[in-house]
């Protein structure tokens, strides 16, 4: 790589302005607002229930959010896009029969049943994805369409009979715990992969001649991330340890965190999301992202029936009913625009959570479930004009 | 005869800019008044004005209708005035039919209930009066010809009781017959005491049809000629009479050898078949030259680069070649693989995702030069960034400022930067400086010679004369799609510019 000289590193010190410690800390008003909302929805429910920042049912939540969450991460990707697919829960609800019939009633192992899923849902991404990007039909109406067509094909080839139960097997991927040890060694790596993170991101600027934030911060980064990873394993290992749905959500999280900020594909989903006519004329090929950002989309929702089918250890014919719903809010709350080209996986986590802790918190209130759907789409309204107002002042200060 | 219209001294400010300065325009009843003068000389705001589409207040000066001052909040006032004005983009709603168009916000109803029988009687009326008889009222209006709908948008204007009609570049996409049928139409009116004022480009209409004519120029009114008094030529000179007060850093041109020759090229209007938007052009282009195209808005100009760089839609015949081997561009991707680079004419919706970054911004037609295997190097992307940024005297904060905070000037260096990233060999430049202010103009111009001592060839389309004639080495004149002249920069005057751009063949 090219040298630095003296002038150099002061150019770029002078185009990145004067560094304070403070400014390292960038003030995303959004995200905090985000976090801060669900620690008051958290406060209030321990609050109003003794139990509900128990361990146990920490535990249970995660599990719970997980199948929302899969959902969201491929959602994002869709709606940043400048799409939507109406399609996933019903596709949850398809590929779950599949997946029931194939393990049940023709005992096939638990290896090629996944397979299986996951092409299908692929297949059915590239399909929904040929037909929004090439022939430019709406997305709203192919996934309604297909939000239809699935749940059709579910009641026809299950013949609308509940299957089950799953082989042991199978029911591993959403009933299972890791035991403790492993939860230790996983927060170990998991600490790991942060400082490193932390540390290249370090040298690679000082290569390149940027301001190097002070060492003092990254080890905080460090320690904070530690903190957060360490303390989680604790907590739930002191109940039946880390479910695995919640490790697969971290994981795909963590990779989708990577295509959306670190791959030219998740660039230039945004850029087409932002501006599809200027993305055009940058000899972006629009057509072609769009349908692979739908086989993605539905390859997760193919991972999410796995998973959903899983932990009830059936296939039902209500299964994943109203998903891509919850899922649509979850990118929503967390900042995704409907409009496109902003959003981030991170904030339709968060999103995830809100609704999963409210679905919690009211369950174990015992509160009846209409009041589940009220609060949610109260609050699902709510975050959405508390985001237009804040961006709306900001425009207006700028 | 009469006054039927005058307005006085008539002055509108933009931020930056006086559109319209101490304007006089005086129309006498039953006269066709053409209005004339160049791209940005102010025609279409001072019928704004008129229309009420700038409400009053928002100018300086005042509006005499038949002796009464008017003041004019909305449309609606204009129109109860008796004013109606037909614009070069037609506002019918296409998938509604004649009659529902006519009345559309003055249906015949009662308590909301239609009568349709009436609306199609009293269609009938007003499509006679301007010569539309081979039509039913039913007819949806999408169906018909351009020529036909602006027949519809005139039928809708008379039943308003408009007895002053501004018809504003009317004939801009009509064929030869359809102009025909307009400008007799336009002269029954005249014998019947409607008074008109028509807004084009084209001086043979305006010769053919007009009474009388006035030229604006820079917002200023150059003065107002009976049309026996006056010739083509002085009115071209009027329109142009400016002396070049900016100053261009033309350098001489480094040509090398041929790098894009274009033969026998057509392009297809996307939407309206048989309709050619590009016809049977042929040039060269060499390396090392900036080489001009001129032409009046909607000659062309925007469609044959567009279309050169694989972004329009309509088809094309002929063929380009680019260093001596032939290349069929059918998508953009193609076009930069082939060297081609296009800053667009409108930076904000075809050249610059405005929510995110600078550097993010330049990038994005070079992702593959800041990743390997599809993985973006983050501070490769800083690096290279500051680089454009520095080159190209970009203000901003940081490369991670949003681009749509930035000024104009600024924005188009940022696309500019874009292009140049991907180490182009041909740079497109569409109207490079709309909108921005001198200084940053400049800086263009002089990164413009830059970029053709490292041999790039440079095209650039223009509407400011003076700009196209101070940059340019050769240029070429366009006209409805077709070349209708093309000199060296050395023997170009703007009035045979005008002359060819407005459809004599000269040179």
């Not at chain 1, 299972?176 to 996983?186: A, K, N």
């Not at chain 1, 975050?383 to 900001?394: C, E």
């Not at chain 2, 000389?41 to 700038?54: E, F, I």
Request: charged share 20%.
């Amino acid at each position: 790589m090219k040298g630095q000289t003296a002038a150099e590193t002061e150019y770029n010190q002078a185009a990145f302005g004067s560094r304070s410690w403070k400014s390292w800390f960038k003030f995303d008003a959004r995200a905090y607002t985000m976090i801060g909302a669900l620690l008051a929805i958290w406060v209030l429910f321990s609050l109003l229930h003794e139990r509900f920042l128990s361990p146990t049912n920490l535990s249970n939540l995660f599990l719970q959010m997980s199948v929302t969450s899969i959902l969201a991460i491929g959602m994002v990707l869709v709606i940043v896009a400048g799409h939507i697919d109406l399609s996933v829960g019903s596709l949850v609800g398809f590929i779950g029969g599949i997946v029931a019939m194939l393990n049940v009633w023709y005992d096939w192992p638990a290896l090629p049943v996944i397979i299986v899923a996951i092409a299908i849902g692929a297949l059915i991404g590239c399909i929904q994805g040929w037909i929004i990007a090439y022939k430019a039909v709406p997305a709203f109406i192919v996934t309604l369409g297909g939000m239809l067509v699935f749940r059709g094909l579910l009641f026809g080839t299950t013949g609308s009979v509940t299957v089950a139960p799953l082989s042991p097997g199978l029911k591993t991927i959403g009933q299972s715990y890791m035991t403790d040890l492993i939860g230790w060694v996983i927060g170990g790596i998991g600490l790991l992969i942060a400082a490193v993170l932390v540390l290249r991101k370090r040298s690679s600027r000082s290569k390149y001649g940027f301001p190097v934030e002070p060492l003092a911060l990254s080890v905080l980064r460090i320690i904070a991330a530690g903190t957060l990873i360490l303390g989680f394993v604790a907590v739930m290992n002191s109940y039946k340890g880390i479910p695995v749905p919640f490790l697969m959500v971290v994981v795909l999280a963590l990779i989708f965190t990577f295509i959306t900020r670190n791959t030219t594909f998740g660039r230039q989903v945004y850029a087409i999301g932002g501006n599809p006519e200027a993305a055009k004329l940058s000899g972006i090929n629009i057509k072609r992202r769009v349908m692979l950002v739908f086989v993605l989309c539905n390859t997760l929702a193919a991972i999410a029936a796995l998973v959903l089918t899983a932990r009830l250890n059936a296939a039902t014919m209500t299964a994943g009913q109203n998903y891509e719903l919850d899922a649509i809010a979850a990118c929503v709350i967390g900042g995704t625009s409907l409009i496109g080209g902003a959003g981030s996986i991170m904030g339709a986590l968060i999103g995830a959570l809100v609704m999963s802790s409210l679905d919690n918190g009211m369950s174990l209130m015992n509160m009846e479930s209409f009041w589940q759907y009220i609060v949610k789409g109260g609050i699902l309204v709510l975050a959405v004009y508390v985001d237009i107002h804040t961006r709306n002042r900001k425009n207006n200060a700028a | 005869m009469t006054t039927a219209l005058e307005m006085r001294n008539i002055t509108k400010q933009f931020p930056g800019v006086k559109a319209l300065d101490d304007v006089t325009f005086t129309v006498r009843k039953g006269e066709i008044h053409a209005l004339c003068g160049e791209n940005g000389a102010g025609k279409s705001t001072l019928m704004k004005v008129l229309s009420g589409l700038y409400p009053t207040g928002s100018y300086d000066g005042e509006i005499v209708i038949h002796g009464d001052v008017k003041r004019f909040s909305t449309i609606k006032d204009a129109e109860q005035a008796g004013i109606a004005i037909i614009y070069q983009e037609l506002a019918l709603a296409k998938d509604l039919s004649i009659a529902e168009n006519l009345f559309l916000g003055k249906e015949f109803a009662r308590w909301g209930v239609i009568n349709w029988d009436r609306a199609f009687k009293e269609s009938e009326k007003w499509l006679k009066e301007v010569g539309l008889t081979d039509v039913s009222p039913e007819t949806r209006t999408g169906t018909l010809g351009i020529g036909k709908q602006q027949q519809v948008e005139i039928a809708k204007a008379l039943s308003k009781n408009a007895n002053l009609l501004i018809l504003d570049e009317p004939t801009a996409a009509l064929t030869e017959q359809e102009v025909d049928i307009l400008l007799s139409i336009l002269r029954e009116f005249k014998a019947r005491g409607v008074t008109c004022i028509y807004i084009s480009h084209k001086l043979k209409e305006v010769f053919s049809i007009a009474d009388s004519v006035t030229v604006l120029r820079d917002g200023k009114t150059v003065g107002t000629y009976s049309i026996e008094d006056i010739t083509e030529e002085k009115v071209i000179s009027l329109m142009v009479g400016r002396e070049l007060k900016q100053l261009f850093p033309r350098i001489e041109p480094q040509t090398g050898s041929i790098v894009m020759k274009v033969q026998n090229y057509s392009v297809m209007h996307p939407d309206l078949p048989g309709r050619k938007v590009i016809d049977d052009l042929s040039f060269e282009i060499r390396q090392g030259e900036i080489f001009g195209i001129a032409g009046l808005m909607g000659a062309g100009r925007t469609e044959l680069v567009m279309s050169l760089f694989g972004g329009y839609s309509g088809a094309v015949s002929g063929t380009v070649e680019i260093e001596g081997k032939s290349v069929r561009i059918k998508s953009t991707q193609q076009a930069i693989k082939h060297g081609l680079a296009l800053v667009s004419e409108d930076r904000k919706k075809y050249g610059l995702v405005l929510g995110m970054d600078v550097k993010n911004n330049i990038t994005l037609s070079s992702l593959r030069h800041i990743s390997s295997g599809g993985v973006i190097d983050h501070q490769k992307e800083i690096y290279q960034g500051n680089d454009y940024m520095k080159a190209l005297r970009i203000k901003a904060n940081s490369v991670e400022t949003i681009v749509g905070t930035l000024s104009g000037g600024n924005q188009q260096k940022v696309v500019i930067g874009k292009w140049l990233m991907t180490n182009p060999k041909i740079l497109i430049l569409d109207e490079p400086t709309r909108g921005i202010d001198v200084g940053a103009k400049f800086e263009i111009y002089t990164l413009m010679n830059e970029l053709i001592k490292q041999g790039m060839a440079i095209i650039m389309v223009s509407s400011e004369l003076p700009e196209l004639m101070g940059m340019s080495h050769r240029i070429m004149v366009i006209s409805e799609g077709r070349k209708t002249a093309e000199f060296m920069a050395e023997e170009a005057s703007q009035e045979v510019i005008m002359t060819a751009a407005t459809g004599g063949r000269t040179g």
